[in-house]
């Protein structure tokens, strides 16, 4: 789904920031693509991209098999930015250039002097912050180039040939740690490539509304609702393009957290008017769990059931087409692999991926070029409930992966109400937005207790907070101690069934954020 005739194409070389550097783009209401180095010169030409960013990466120019671009790169009358590899790729295959080994490797905060403020750093002080992190530098300026600006171990930081408007610099304006790196990716996309910046969260509902509309026709479709932000916001995307030829299906499998299943036909039935049909499967998800105690079978036993009961429920609509889901562009870009090698699976996570195929549906999928914080503009313009756009996210086997040891409907009621008393209070204390995710897991241990005169013997519940920006890393979050002392003492105190609360305070890696 293109939304834009002329997107800034960025170019990946295994730079841990690619993503990072599309959604600045982004930022400044321009569309931005991302793409493996290796892709052809005729592909990017009929991408038609107004500017090409060069991205950094791993690996040495001047070192055998270095991931290259053709020169010719250089030659199509397109503005190009080199972001530290990129701009020594700029260095190595223009003439005349040369890039060397530093010396010392620069990595860390740095202070950036500049000596010509004519475009790419137009607006700026003449020092600013920024952040190094490379063992090359260029060393010689190619044929037609000029310096731009200089740091304390760099004598050339940034350079730019301005007749053919190819652009470099050597250090990373796309993460915090260069405050104003955001002007100078201003600087090059709408002012260089001469962008006007209206790729904006309305004109994208607009352009995915037209896309569907002519992607579907007059046919119908089907879709998993999970209350969740990315099926939540497909759905009203769909609901705004088609109407009543789109059905959701909402499947509470029994593992869902309090009164959930309720919010969401509130939300979707009565507020925007769709139709939703409501599964209650719960007894299907816990005669398949009973007794199952291993973390990896009760993913692939969870997964399984959905796809049954969905298919089931979907067959009662006759024939659909088109089935919607969620994905986003995290999902689908294709990654340049750099220290190679499969990763083990470390969890199977749970999605709704072997559903088309063996329902033979074409799928649809409007946000798969959106990343998450855009997913939520989108779902804010369409007018969905702020609760909803900033819901936490929550995993496809809900309160199963929770809940160590054999789920039974005592453990998945008796979880729920701490999570219930967990979210209160953190939402109480203002902190639900500020944390990536908080929540109860039921430990499969007892231990003894007092309450009054009684000895008690009860359940142990552990609460887990995290900061996180993507879920790919966490850290524990220091919730402070009044919290922490207030949710422990009214689980205890108002759940009958447990009576003993931890904080979880391992970060991910090398523990998870779920239990399971
Ligand atoms: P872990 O536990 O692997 O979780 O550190 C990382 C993030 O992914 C979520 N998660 C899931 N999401 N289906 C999902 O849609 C799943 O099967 C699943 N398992 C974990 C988890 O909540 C966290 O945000």
Not at 34 to 61: D, F, Q, T, W
Request: charged letters at 25%; a positive charge; hydrophobic letters at 40%.
């Amino acid at each position: 789904m293109s939304h834009s005739q002329h997107p800034i194409l960025i170019l990946d070389f295994g730079s841990q920031y690619t993503q990072l550097i599309a959604r600045r783009v982004r930022e400044q209401n321009v569309f931005s693509v991302i793409h493996p180095y290796r892709i052809s010169l005729k592909e990017i030409k009929s991408m038609k991209p107004a500017g090409i960013i060069l991205s950094g990466g791993p690996s040495n120019v001047y070192a055998k098999g270095a991931p290259l671009v053709s020169p010719g790169l250089f030659e199509l009358d397109i503005p190009v930015l080199g972001i530290c590899y990129g701009m020594q790729l700029i260095g190595h295959l223009s003439e005349g250039g040369k890039v060397l080994k530093t010396e010392k490797r620069e990595y860390g905060p740095a202070v950036l002097s500049i000596d010509d403020r004519g475009d790419l750093f137009k607006s700026l002080p003449k020092k600013i912050n920024c952040w190094m992190s490379h063992g090359d530098h260029v060393s010689e300026l190619p044929k037609g180039f000029v310096k731009l600006a200089h740091t304390g171990n760099s004598p050339i930081a940034s350079l730019a040939d301005r007749e053919k408007r190819i652009y470099g610099i050597q250090f990373h304006a796309e993460v915090v740690h260069t405050p104003l790196g955001h002007v100078i990716i201003r600087n090059f996309v709408r002012g260089i490539c001469g962008l006007k910046g209206n790729w904006t969260p309305r004109s994208f509902i607009q352009q995915a509304v037209e896309n569907i509309r002519r992607q579907v026709g007059r046919e119908r479709v089907v879709l998993g609702l999970s209350g969740g932000v990315d099926s939540s916001v497909t759905a009203c995307l769909l609901h705004r393009a088609i109407g009543g030829r789109l059905t959701c299906i909402f499947i509470d499998n029994g593992l869902l957290r309090k009164n959930e299943a309720e919010r969401v036909e509130r939300v979707f039935r009565r507020h925007f008017k769709m139709k939703l049909r409501v599964v209650r499967a719960e007894k299907d998800f816990l005669d398949g769990l009973k007794g199952v105690a291993s973390p990896e079978q009760k993913r692939k036993i969870i997964g399984r059931t959905f796809i049954d009961v969905f298919e089931r429920e979907a067959h009662k609509l006759g024939k659909v087409k088109f089935l919607g889901q969620g994905t986003l562009y995290p999902d689908v870009i294709e990654s340049v692999p750099v220290h190679g090698g499969p990763t083990a699976t470390i969890k199977s996570h749970h999605n709704v991926g072997g559903l088309p195929k063996r329902m033979r549906m074409t799928l649809i999928e409007p946000l798969r070029m959106s990343f998450k914080d855009e997913v939520r503009k989108v779902g804010r313009e369409l007018g969905m409930p702020e609760e909803m756009v900033n819901r936490q996210p929550f995993p496809g086997p809900g309160l199963a992966v929770r809940i160590l040891g054999a789920v039974t409907k005592e453990r998945c009621d008796l979880l729920r109400e701490a999570d219930w008393i967990v979210i209160d209070e953190i939402k109480k204390a203002k902190l639900y937005n500020k944390l990536w995710q908080s929540f109860a897991v039921l430990l499969p241990i007892k231990s003894v207790g007092v309450q009054g005169d009684e000895r008690t013997y009860d359940n142990v519940a552990a609460i887990r907070a995290v900061n996180s920006t993507d879920g790919m890393t966490a850290d524990w979050a220091r919730l402070p101690e009044d919290v922490l002392a207030r949710i422990s003492n009214r689980i205890i105190n108002e759940i009958r069934g447990i009576n003993r609360v931890c904080y979880d305070i391992s970060s991910k890696p090398p523990a998870t954020i779920e239990w399971e």
